[in-house]
């Protein structure tokens, strides 16, 4: 069983940054392909990045590439999502999830792929 908890969500304006923390317990992530998604109120779960086990391999959604970097520090068993020239459209909450296994390819950008998933954390982009 793993654990995900994630941190630094919160208001910022539009134009600024944020960076998104998830800590995993219970078992080393040096192993788990590693994602981020979001969802806005009253839309669908949405896939904003992903990580292989190895932290050489990523896919980003089209939305946030050249913003977003995702990455990983196996040492602290943590997970990050660096936002930059953050837009209202970003708001959401942010979850990351965890897959077990090595395999990494575009089929992860879909959230039934991932096995563990944390309770989410506020983002919320003001114009």
């Known amino acids: 069983q793993v654990q995900l908890v994630e941190s630094g969500g919160g208001l910022v304006q539009a134009g600024g940054s944020l960076r998104l923390s998830c800590t995993a317990s219970g078992r080393t992530l040096n192993r788990y392909t590693m994602g981020w998604f979001r969802q806005a109120p009253g839309k669908e779960r949405e896939f904003v990045a992903a990580?292989?086990?190895?932290?050489?391999?990523?896919y980003y959604a089209d939305s946030v590439k050249g913003r977003f970097t995702i990455s990983r520090d196996n040492a602290k068993n943590t997970v990050y999502l660096q936002m930059n020239s953050l837009k209202p459209e970003d708001t959401a909450v942010y979850y990351c999830?965890?897959?077990?296994?090595?395999?990494?390819?575009?089929?992860?950008?879909?959230?039934?792929?991932?096995?563990?998933w944390g309770q989410g954390t506020q983002v919320t982009v003001s114009s």
């Open positions: 999830a965890v897959r077990r296994g090595r395999r990494f390819n575009p089929t992860l950008m879909n959230a039934y792929k991932y096995d563990y």
């Open positions: 990580l292989s086990w190895s932290g050489d391999s990523t």
